[in-house]
Structures are given as structure tokens and as C-alpha cells.
């Protein structure tokens, strides 16, 4: 499918798919929503309440990397280690990435190289990225992850039920409640009432949560047994 880089409403590049009318973050701003959707009600709620040094993640859709990007940078403020896998069948070109403009807009030194190195690192195999940002790129489908309690957060970021119904079913929130540990949390932009319902068949105990601009809502499902 036809991909193109746009820029979003806070400067932040990311990548739309014409055929779709989709894009890999929201046309409102692609790193507002990042850092609202996965770091302030994700990442930062997790560290505070289960007090963990080092932590596992999971990203459904790996993408331009945006995510783990703004993982690292909060993770790294608050001097926690995270291991990464993102999991992403279709990945990014290199002269997609080389048009993508986060590092210019996060104006942070460091972060040029950290988004060079997530890209260029291999694809299957663990790599440590700095001493505290593991990562595992692992270029698969969604419905052929089948680990068992191996992570404490997952980043639930799928294209939108609209044009990928079948990746926010619940035999994928199954995946998920299965590779979470116990009191781990998925967070996803998404808040249709029939997603929160398969998070709920499945046993996920789901809040609705204020959304990042341009979205009123969100969810965030946490495994509780
Ligand atoms: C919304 S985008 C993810 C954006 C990404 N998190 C980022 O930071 O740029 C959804 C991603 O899922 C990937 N994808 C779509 N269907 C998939 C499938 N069935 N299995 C694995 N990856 C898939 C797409 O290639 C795309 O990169």
C-alpha cells in the first residue's frame, strides 16, 4: 500500500495511508498523542504504581518508532531500564524514516541517535540500544504472538477498527491478556464501546480515560486474576 510522510498538527511528521485515509498517529499531532496515550497513561502510571526499576513493553505496531522514542525519553528521565519488543509486520523504509522529523521537534540532542540506531538495529535478535533501552524488533503478524506473562505494558497500536476490524477482537485481547504479567496494563487509543467490550470478555478490567487532542476518550486495560 501506498505510504506518504505528512505533518501533523503539532509539527510532528508521521506516515498516511492514501488508499485508507489512515494515519500511524493522529492528524491533530503525532507526538501529543504519543506521549498522552503511552507515556502520561501508560508508562508514567505503571512506573509510579508498581515502583519497578526495569520494565517490559510490548508495542502492537512499531512503526516510524515514535513510541519508542518517547519511551526511552521518559524512561531514561526517571532511570528506568526497559526491554522493547515491537512487533510489526510491515516495517519502514529507511528513506521513510530519513523524512520523519521528531528529532528536530523533540529538540533533544541525544535522541538523534537513539532514533538512527532503533532503526538500523537487526530485526529478531535483542539489542541493547543504550545500557538501559533493550530492544527486540520482531517482524511478525498480530495474530501469531503467542507469549505467555512476558511483559507489564502493552502499547495497543493498531490501524483503527474502521479499516482493521479484525486486530481489536477478542481473540487478539486474548494475546494480550495472556502476554501480560499479572497487573500489567494495555493502553490504547481507541474507546468504540465494541473494543472495550472484547477487552472485557476477555478479563481486562477497562477504564475510560480523557483522550489526547482531537479525542475525547481513550481506554486502558490492566490484568488483574
Ligand atoms: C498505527 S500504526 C503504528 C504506529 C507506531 N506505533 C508508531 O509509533 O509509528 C500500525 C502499524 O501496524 C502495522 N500492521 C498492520 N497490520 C498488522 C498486522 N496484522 N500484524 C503486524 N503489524 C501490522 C502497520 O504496518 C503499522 O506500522
Redesign the pocket.
Known amino acids: 500500500m501506498k505510504r506518504e510522510i505528512i505533518i501533523t498538527g503539532d509539527g510532528s511528521s508521521?506516515?498516511h495511508i492514501p488508499e485508507w485515509n489512515e494515519?500511524?498517529?493522529s492528524k491533530h499531532g503525532a507526538l501529543q498523542e504519543?506521549k498522552h496515550v503511552f507515556i502520561k497513561t501508560g508508562l508514567i502510571p505503571y512506573i509510579s504504581s508498581s515502583h519497578k526499576t526495569e520494565i517490559s513493553i510490548l508495542?502492537?505496531?512499531?512503526?516510524?518508532?515514535?513510541?519508542?522514542l518517547v519511551t526511552w525519553e521518559e524512561a531514561s528521565a526517571q532511570n528506568t531500564v526497559v526491554k522493547y519488543t515491537g512487533?510489526?509486520?510491515?516495517p519502514?523504509a529507511q528513506e521513510e524514516v530519513d523524512k520523519l522529523n521528531f528529532v528536530e521537534v523533540l529538540e533533544d540532542s541525544e535522541a538523534e541517535n537513539f532514533f538512527k540506531n532503533i532503526h538500523s538495529s537487526e530485526w529478531e535478535n535483542e539489542v541493547e540500544i543504550t545500557p538501559s533501552f533493550k530492544l527486540i524488533k520482531q517482524q511478525?503478524?498480530?495474530?501469531d504472538i503467542d507469549d505467555d506473562q512476558l511483559y507489564d505494558l502493552i502499547?495497543f497500536?493498531?490501524?483503527g477498527a474502521r479499516v482493521?476490524p479484525e486486530?481489536w477482537s477478542v481473540e487478539i485481547f486474548k494475546k494480550m491478556f495472556n502476554a501480560l504479567k499479572n497487573n500489567g496494563i494495555l493502553v490504547t487509543y481507541a474507546a468504540k464501546g465494541s473494543v472495550r467490550r472484547a477487552m472485557l470478555e476477555v478479563g481486562f478490567g477497562v477504564e475510560r480515560l480523557p483522550g489526547p487532542p482531537g479525542k475525547r476518550e481513550m481506554l486502558r486495560a490492566t490484568k488483574i486474576i
Open positions: 508521521t506516515i494515519q500511524y498517529h504519543a508495542e502492537i505496531g512499531f512503526g516510524t518508532g515514535l513510541n519508542a512487533v510489526e509486520a510491515y519502514v511478525k503478524f498480530f495474530q502499547y497500536d493498531a490501524f482493521q486486530l
